[in-house]
């Protein structure tokens, strides 16, 4: 079974610097998708970038892009130029490509902001 | 509508009593998923169902929970005699399963509380 480890239960960054936040996974599939989310206090949950393992280049969106090492199972979000609306929870996830959409979240990262 | 609805957004009900907690996708999108997140916790999912297929329901707790979609839209997920372990956050989601990548929108969650 597929699983996603977030370790870093909390982080904090400054405005306008740079902070990374890890995440690792463990599949034998060699096909498949990773996302991070961010869950702002509102609850919703909000796409922020997502990859294609088949992809080798990093996925990129603004400010947010991805390091993503398929040999080291490993998928970090780094945030550059932070913001205080960046403050939130982000969770990485997993969803296998093809067959079941069901989709394997990490335990979450809370983001605090510092002006 | 615009975006996955849940209803209601906040629930406190008796230890005991029956719950019932209401999901109304993204019209169009044929793939409905529950999640569960306790405080401080990841998301755990619970049921998925795509289409006319049998549901998924790997990830139910127990013989207590219960989901239905009726018409391949609306979804109740229904928690019988609920428990204090119970209280949660019950996260919606919806995804059109026509392309290749099959992004998730999260609706806002149902707070549900057990006292």
Same mark, same amino acid.
């Given at each position: 079974?597929?699983?996603?480890?977030?370790?870093?239960?909390?982080?904090?960054?400054?405005?306008?610097?740079?902070?990374?936040?890890?995440?690792?996974?463990?599949?034998?599939?060699?096909?498949?998708?990773?996302?991070w989310? !961010?869950?702002?206090?509102? *609850?919703?949950?909000?796409?922020v970038i997502r990859?294609?393992? %088949? !992809?080798?280049?990093?996925a990129?969106e603004?400010?947010f892009?991805v390091?993503?090492? !398929?040999?080291?199972?490993?998928?970090?979000? !780094?945030?550059?130029?932070?913001?205080?609306?960046?403050?939130?929870? %982000?969770?990485?996830?997993?969803?296998?490509?093809?067959?079941?959409?069901?989709?394997?979240?990490?335990?979450?990262?809370?983001? @605090?902001?510092?002006? | 509508?615009?975006?996955?609805?849940?209803?209601?957004?906040?629930?406190?009900?008796? @230890?005991? @009593?029956?719950?019932?907690? *209401?999901?109304?996708? +993204?019209?169009?999108?044929?793939?409905? %998923?529950?999640?569960?997140?306790? /405080?401080?916790?990841?998301?755990?999912? /619970?049921?998925?169902?795509?289409?006319?297929?049998?549901?998924? @329901?790997?990830?139910?707790?127990?013989? *207590?929970?219960?989901?239905?979609?009726?018409?391949?839209?609306?979804?109740?997920?229904? +928690?019988?005699?609920?428990?204090?372990?119970?209280?949660?956050?019950? /996260?919606?989601?919806?995804?059109?399963?026509?392309?290749?990548?099959?992004?998730?929108?999260?609706?806002?969650?149902?707070?549900?509380?057990?006292?």
């Amino acid at each position: 079974a597929q699983t996603v480890t977030q370790s870093q239960p909390e982080m904090s960054v400054q405005e306008a610097e740079t902070v990374t936040l890890s995440c690792t996974y463990d599949t034998s599939e060699s096909d498949y998708y990773l996302f991070w989310y !961010k869950q702002p206090p509102s *609850r919703q949950m909000i796409l922020v970038i997502r990859q294609e393992a %088949y !992809k080798q280049q990093n996925a990129t969106e603004n400010r947010f892009s991805v390091n993503f090492q !398929k040999a080291a199972k490993s998928f970090s979000l !780094k945030i550059s130029d932070s913001q205080l609306g960046d403050a939130a929870m %982000y969770f990485c996830a997993y969803r296998s490509d093809p067959g079941t959409y069901k989709y394997i979240f990490g335990t979450g990262t809370r983001l @605090k902001v510092l002006a | 509508g615009a975006g996955v609805s849940q209803s209601p957004s906040n629930k406190v009900t008796e @230890k005991g @009593k029956d719950v019932e907690l *209401r999901c109304d996708p +993204i019209s169009g999108h044929t793939a409905l %998923y529950w999640y569960r997140q306790s /405080l401080g916790q990841g998301l755990e999912f /619970l049921i998925y169902f795509q289409g006319n297929s049998a549901p998924d @329901k790997s990830g139910l707790p127990s013989d *207590r929970f219960s989901a239905e979609r009726t018409g391949g839209s609306v979804s109740t997920l229904t +928690i019988q005699r609920t428990q204090q372990e119970d209280s949660a956050v019950y /996260l919606c989601a919806s995804s059109y399963t026509g392309t290749n990548i099959n992004t998730i929108y999260f609706g806002e969650g149902s707070w549900l509380t057990v006292v």
